[in-house]
């Protein structure tokens, strides 16, 4: 079988009732980067060995990168929903989405190129990364949320 690639994943995982609404409020409340939540999590549903290095690494060569989507995303939730706004906030809404995809493409290249290693088991049991990335926020509290959301398809 197949594994999906990280843009895949990242849809399908979005796509479980009430992922969404835990990834915006991480997101909003906690400055969470959600493009690097949800490659965490695809890095431990893909069994790939805790490397704190390799992450704080792929990190700071990424992390630049989602300025551009913050920005873009403050630009977009300051227009008015209403009139010609609605055309435009769609047409930055779009630019935001290429950008955070773009992230992730450079997120899974990063992973498949690097030295860290995937078992051959495939899913994780204990989600290192995703515990870690939310420890680093100091929200820890998601992680069974979080857990529940994707065990039970939301």
Avoid at 112 to 117: D, P
Avoid at 128 to 137: A, G, K, S, V
Wanted: charged share 25%; hydrophobic share 40%.
């Amino acid at each position: 079988m197949s594994r999906l690639s990280l843009w895949e994943s990242v849809l399908e995982i979005y796509s479980i009732a009430s992922m969404e609404t835990v990834c915006l409020e991480l997101q909003d409340k906690h400055n969470a980067r959600v493009t690097f939540l949800l490659w965490a999590i695809w890095l431990d549903n893909n069994g790939y060995d805790f490397d704190a290095d390799f992450w704080l690494d792929t990190y700071r060569k990424v992390g630049c990168r989602n300025a551009a989507v913050v920005a873009i995303r403050a630009v977009r939730r300051r227009l008015p929903k209403s009139g010609m706004n609605l055309y435009l906030r769609e047409k930055i809404k779009r630019l935001e989405l290429r950008n955070e995809k773009k992230i992730l493409e450079k997120l899974e290249k990063l992973t498949l190129n690097s030295s860290v290693i995937s078992t051959e088991t495939g899913q994780s049991t204990t989600h290192p990364y995703l515990e870690n990335y939310l420890q680093e926020l100091e929200q820890k509290t998601y992680f069974m949320k979080i857990i529940r959301i994707i065990n039970n398809g939301g």
